[in-house]
C-alpha cells in the first residue's frame, strides 16, 4: 500500500514537471499534434511509449549510477568531454522555459484574472521561492493536489466534445498539408524535449526515492497518464473551431462549454504552469549547487531572477520558437537514453 501512494506520488510529479505552460493551456498540443488532425491523434500514442518506457529507465538508472542530479546522469550518458557541453545546453533550456512558464503565468494573470501581468509574474516567483525553501516534500505535496484535479477537469472536457454530432468528423479530419512522417517528427521530438528536461527533476527524485520497485511503478502511472491527459486533450482541441489562433484554446473550450467553472479551469491552468516552474527550478538548484559555494537560498534568488528577465518576452513567441528548437536537439538525448539503458 505504501509503495502504491509513494509511486503515484512520483507519477504525480513526473506528470506536474511536464504539464507546464503550453501543455496546461493546449498551446503545446496544437503546436505538437493537433494542428496534424489525425496524424497528430496516432502520433500521441508514439510520445506516449517514449514517456512510458524512456521515463522509467531513466529513473531506474539513476538509482543504479547514484546520480545526484542530471549533470551526473549527462556524463553517464555522454562521456565527460561532450557531456559539458550537453549539460550547459540543459541548463540553458531549463531557464528559458521556466521564462516560457513564468511568462505563460502572466499571460493568465493579464488575460483571464484582470491583475497585472507584471503583479501575477512576481506573485509566481514569490510562490516558488516559498515551495523551494520546503524541498521536496513541497514539490510531492503541490505536484500530488494539482495533478488529479487536471485529470478530472481533462475528462470532464472530453466527455462533453465526444458527445458533439461532429466528432468523428473533427477526429478524423487531416490538413490539406498535413504529412505524416512530419506529425512522427513532432512526436519524436515532443517526448524527447520532455524528457530531456524531466531529468533535471526525475534524476534527483529517483536516486532520493532509491526504490526500483517504485520508481519502476510511478514511471509507468506518470507515463500512462500523460498519455491519456494528451489524448483527452487533443480530444477537445479538434472539436474547437480556428483552433490554432488561441493563446489559451483550452480556457476557450471550458469558457464556451462550461462557463460556471470556468474562473475554476483558469486557476487549474495556473496551477499546472506552477508545477513545473516550481521542477524546473528545483533540478536547476541541484546542478547549480555543484558549480557554486553557497547555500540553497541565493541560488534560487539567482535562478528566478534570470527566469524573470527571460519572462518579459511574449509567451506565444516564446513557445513557438524555442519548443521546436530544443525538441530537435534533444532527439540525441532520448537515442543515447535507449541505447545506454536498454539492458535495465
Not at 524528457?195 to 529517483?206: E, T
Request: include cysteine; hydrophobic fraction near 55%; charge should be positive.
Amino acid at each position: 500500500m505504501k509503495r502504491g501512494l509513494s509511486a503515484l506520488q512520483i507519477a504525480a510529479v513526473y506528470i506536474g514537471t511536464i504539464i507546464g505552460a503550453g501543455f496546461a493551456t493546449g498551446k503545446e498540443i496544437v503546436e505538437f499534434f493537433t494542428r496534424f488532425g489525425f496524424y497528430g491523434f496516432l502520433s500521441i500514442f508514439i510520445s506516449g511509449v517514449l514517456f512510458i518506457i524512456l521515463g522509467t529507465k531513466m529513473m531506474e538508472k539513476a538509482i543504479d549510477i547514484k546520480a545526484q542530479s542530471y549533470e551526473e546522469f549527462n556524463e553517464f550518458l555522454f562521456g565527460k568531454t561532450l557531456s559539458k557541453a550537453i549539460n550547459l545546453l540543459t541548463m540553458v533550456m531549463l531557464i528559458c522555459v521556466c521564462g516560457v512558464m513564468l511568462s505563460g503565468a502572466g499571460a493568465v494573470f493579464d488575460e483571464h484574472l484582470h491583475v497585472s501581468r507584471m503583479i501575477g509574474m512576481l506573485i509566481t516567483v514569490l510562490l516558488t521561492f516559498i515551495v523551494m525553501l520546503i524541498g521536496s516534500k513541497g514539490l510531492f505535496s503541490v505536484n500530488t493536489f494539482v495533478v488529479p484535479m487536471m485529470i478530472l477537469f481533462n475528462a470532464l472536457l472530453m466527455s462533453h466534445s465526444v458527445q458533439e454530432p461532429n466528432f468523428l468528423t473533427h477526429l478524423r479530419w487531416r490538413p490539406n498539408t498535413a504529412h505524416f512522417g512530419n506529425a512522427i517528427t513532432q512526436a519524436l521530438s515532443y517526448a524527447a524535449f520532455n524528457l530531456a528536461l524531466a531529468q533535471a527533476v526525475l534524476v534527483p527524485i529517483a536516486t532520493e526515492v532509491n526504490d526500483k520497485k517504485t520508481i519502476r511503478l510511478g514511471g509507468i502511472f506518470g507515463g500512462l497518464f500523460l498519455t491519456w491527459i494528451l489524448i483527452s486533450s487533443h480530444f477537445s482541441l479538434v472539436t474547437l473551431p480556428h483552433f490554432t489562433s488561441y493563446e489559451l484554446p483550452m480556457a476557450v473550450i471550458v469558457k464556451n462549454s462550461f462557463p460556471e467553472i470556468y474562473m475554476i479551469y483558469i486557476l487549474m491552468i495556473y496551477s499546472e504552469i506552477f508545477t513545473s516552474i516550481i521542477g524546473n527550478v528545483y533540478g536547476l538548484e541541484k546542478q547549480l549547487r555543484g558549480y557554486l559555494s553557497i547555500n540553497s537560498i541565493p541560488i534560487y534568488i539567482i535562478i528566478l531572477v534570470i527566469t524573470f528577465l527571460i519572462s518579459q518576452l511574449h509567451y506565444g513567441t516564446l513557445l513557438s520558437i524555442l519548443y521546436p528548437i530544443f525538441g530537435y536537439f534533444s532527439l540525441l538525448f532520448i537515442v543515447i537514453l535507449g541505447i545506454k539503458t536498454r539492458k535495465i
